[in-house]
Every structure is written in C-alpha cells, then in structure tokens.
T-cell receptor, first 111, second 112 residues
Framework: DQQVKQNSPSLSVQEGRISILNCDYTNSMFDYFLWYKKYPAEGPTFLIS?????DKNEDGRFTVFLNKSAKHLSLHIVPSQPGDSAVYFC??????????FGTGTSLTVIP | DSGVTQTPKHLITATGQRVTLRCSPRSGDLSVYWYQQSLDQGLQFLIQ???????AKGNILERFSAQQFPDLHSELNLSSLELGDSALYFCASSASPEETQYFGPGTRLLVL
C-alpha cells in the first residue's frame, strides 16, 4: 500500500524556469514531510522539510508547499539550474514513526 | 558526505547464498534505518533500530534480519538470496526517531 505517491516519474525543465514536483499522500496522520534529492551512485540527501502546522517553507531557491485538505505537497525550484538534475523523493511520517517514501521524480534541467 | 558509511559498496553473489551489509551511523546518531530500492521503485522501509532496540518494522522479509550493536553500528543479514533481492540497500541514521535521516551511499547487491 503506497501511502506516498509521486505520479510523475520524470520532468524536464529549461534552465532558469520553475520546476514543480508533486507528491500526494493518503494518511491524514502524517505530520512531517520531507524532500530528498538523489544523484546517481549516491544516497539520498535531505533537501527541505515542512511540518503539518505550516503550509509553506522556503530555503533559498527551494520552497515546499503543503495542502493538508488535499493531502498534497509540492516542491518548487526557482530558478532551476542544471545541477538540480537528480531524482527527488518526497517522504512523510507521523513523527517518531516509520518514514514513507514516494517512488521519485527524475528532474532534468536543460541548459 | 553524510557521515553515514556503508560497506561493501558492491556485492555480487549467487542465489541461495547469505550476505551481511554493514552500516556505521553518523557520530552521535542513535537511530538506524534500512531501506531497499529496487529498479524503478521508491525506497522501501525495511527496519529501524534505536539505541540497540528494534523500533519499527516495515516490508522486511523473514529471510532478512538486522541488528544494532552496542557501538551503534548495524548489520543487515540477507539469507537464501533470490534474484529479486538484487537492489540498492541504503542505511540512514538520525539523532532520534523524530529527526531528519541522513543516508549512506548504499550497497548495490546483485544476485546471479
């Protein structure tokens, strides 16, 4: 049972434009959400997180939006850079319990 | 570099065999997690340890087992290996179960 879903396996964006990666979840008990970035041959690295008490968290070029009523979160990257090309995983947890990961979206930023 | 180390980096073995994957968490982290990533799949949570004790169990097969030692390093044992066990196995650690996980580089297992 996939509790966290990333329905877009891949996304291509022109350099300088906005990249929007989407994630849906089914468990209303999740209260903490994270995005991880993964380059080939490396482990995932933490990118940004958001607590369920917020609807937006920003860190430089990266912003995560949370819509609890829709059980949806998104990651915005502005402006996109070629170095952002990677696989992005969203994850969710009910704090202190198991983390659930999506299947990932492969982002390609075209120079 | 996340500070989490995993050995070996690559492992090739045959069906029916048994292997042990090792993970050393970041200094000071008490929680260790194991994940499996098969081709075109997301990260599947296997098991979590906190300060030596099993805390949560996910989709871990009975052929698989893990433990966390007093020095906090962890081992994942995979036995009676099947072709479908070929995957990337990641270890992650965090200071506590509520905090962000930091991932190791993974062990790529190929079962022939």
């Amino acid at each position: 049972d996939q509790q966290v879903k990333q329905n877009s396996p891949s996304l291509s964006v022109q350099e300088g434009r906005i990249s929007i990666l989407n994630c849906d979840y089914t468990n209303s008990m999740f209260d903490y959400f994270l995005w991880y970035k993964k380059y080939p041959a490396e482990g995932p690295t933490f990118l940004i997180s958001i607590s369920s008490i917020k609807d937006k968290n920003e860190d430089g070029r990266f912003t995560v939006f949370l819509n609890k009523s829709a059980k949806h979160l998104s990651l915005h990257i502005v402006p996109s850079q070629p170095g952002d090309s990677a696989v992005y995983f969203c994850a969710a947890t009910n704090t202190g319990n198991q983390f659930y990961f999506g299947t990932g979206t492969s982002l390609t930023v075209i120079p | 570099d996340s500070g989490v180390t995993q050995t070996p980096k690559h492992l090739i073995t045959a069906t029916g065999q048994r292997v042990t994957l090792r993970c050393s968490p970041r200094s000071g982290d008490l929680s260790v997690y194991w994940y499996q990533q098969s081709l075109d799949q997301g990260l599947q949570f296997l098991i979590q340890y906190y300060n030596g004790e099993e805390r949560a169990k996910g989709n871990i097969l009975e052929r698989f087992s893990a433990q966390q030692f007093p020095d906090l390093h962890s081992e994942l044992n995979l036995s009676s290996l099947e072709l479908g066990d070929s995957a990337l196995y990641f270890c992650a650690s965090s200071a506590s179960p509520e905090e962000t996980q930091y991932f190791g580089p993974g062990t790529r297992l190929l079962v022939l």
